[in-house]
């Protein structure tokens, strides 16, 4: 089963999507952040055949929420609505690492939610054990 992976900016939104197996995590697109992102978003996982979304859970350097914190709530509430079952995957910096891995681009914002999503699918892979 395929999983989608959200890295939530105010103004852009990464997501990636996991293989079929769910051993890895790919960058997918780069969506503007609108009134519309719910429905985008559901779209985009109704395309890949999944109702599992990981969303990054934007905390600062002290693990405390951070300003987009309350946003990134509201979106899994809003997504969870509309029968989506959503999971935080704790992120730090994930699009500032994805830029260093691959410069600066128009899929940065993708990549940050496929390291996000690969975290997820890490931890998860080792819970099994």
């Not at 609108?34 to 693990?63: C, F, M, P, W």
Request: glycine residues 6%; charged residues 30%; without cysteine.
């Amino acid at each position: 089963m395929r999983i989608l992976g959200i890295d939530y900016g105010t103004k852009r939104v990464g997501v990636a999507v996991s293989s079929e197996t769910g051993e890895f995590a790919l960058p997918l697109t780069v969506i503007k952040n609108s009134s519309e992102l719910v429905r985008e978003i559901g779209k985009l996982a109704i395309d890949h055949e999944t109702r599992q979304i990981v969303l990054g859970e934007s905390r600062n350097y002290k693990g405390e929420p951070n300003a987009i914190y309350d946003e990134v709530e509201a979106l899994k509430k809003s997504l969870e609505a509309e029968n989506f079952n959503v999971d935080f995957e704790p992120e730090f910096m994930t699009s500032m690492q994805a830029e260093r891995i691959q410069g600066k681009n128009s899929m940065t914002d993708a990549s940050a939610a496929a390291l996000i999503l690969q975290s997820y699918l890490d931890r998860r892979a080792s819970e099994k054990f």
